[in-house]
């Protein structure tokens, strides 16, 4: 199982970024799929996630209603979609996928098997 985060730069505040997950070996579609992040000297964070096959949508208070995760089952993909960029969102994001996570903690690191590399999103005030 392979996956591969991409789409970070660097941008101004109030930009967007969208970041991508690619996968291999696993159908993400039929998973678990969430986006991490870790800003420097900072844990790993909880961002964004689907909860299994279905569309439920879960988002960490400090980007909700300016981040949006999406699928696409065609491609096997995972996207963030960021926008309204804050100093604060700069870290580095993860894409992580697991069949065994549970409801209950679905915005916890430890429940996901596989992890992407990382892709790094600086935003400049």
């Known amino acids: 199982v392979q996956l591969q985060a991409s789409g970070g730069g660097m941008v101004q505040v109030g930009g967007s970024l969208r970041l991508s997950c690619a996968a291999s070996g696993i159908t993400l579609s039929r998973n678990s799929v969430a986006w991490f992040r870790r800003a420097p000297g900072k844990e790993r964070e909880f961002v964004a996630r689907f909860f299994r096959s279905g569309g439920n949508t879960l988002y960490a208070d400090s980007v909700k209603g300016r981040f949006t995760i999406s699928r696409d089952n065609a491609k096997n993909t995972v996207s963030l979609q960021m926008n309204n960029l804050k100093p604060e969102d700069t870290a580095v994001y993860y894409c992580?996928?697991?069949?065994?996570?549970?409801?209950?903690?679905?915005?916890?690191?430890?429940?996901?098997?596989?992890w992407g590399q990382g892709t790094l999103v600086t935003v400049s005030s």
């Open positions: 992580a996928a697991s069949s065994r996570v549970i409801l209950s903690s679905s915005s916890d690191f430890r429940a996901y098997e596989y």
